[in-house]
């Protein structure tokens, strides 16, 4: 199952998002290819305001216990965060088998 995660950011939170950074590529680099695709949210500034992610996982509790240890859920830089099961169709213009 493909699920995209929009993860915004608290308020202020760049200084924490970007030490806590080199935790959270190290866990995703884990996840290697349930990543489809990931990076950051920009606000009409072009600054860091959350995560877009396009994950795989055999289901929704497989997500859930991979976000309770997500850096950035835990130290809290991730406010508020929506889950939307999705069909992954095209990768990089090549049809998902």
């Known amino acids: 199952m493909q699920f ?5 950011d608290g308020p202020d939170m760049l200084e924490k998002r970007m030490a806590v950074r080199p935790r959270h590529l190290e866990g995703m680099k884990k996840l290697g290819c349930q990543i489809i695709v990931a990076g950051g949210l920009l606000d009409e500034e072009g600054k860091m305001k959350g995560s ?20 950035y859920v835990v130290e809290g830089v991730w406010e508020k965060v929506e889950i939307e099961q999705m069909n992954v169709v095209l990768v990089n213009g090549e049809k998902k088998q």
Request: net charge negative; proline share 8%.
């Open 4 to 8: 995209i995660v929009k993860a915004y």
């Open 52 to 71: 877009a992610l396009v994950m795989e996982f055999p289901d929704r509790a497989a997500l859930d216990a991979y976000l309770e240890h997500e850096p």
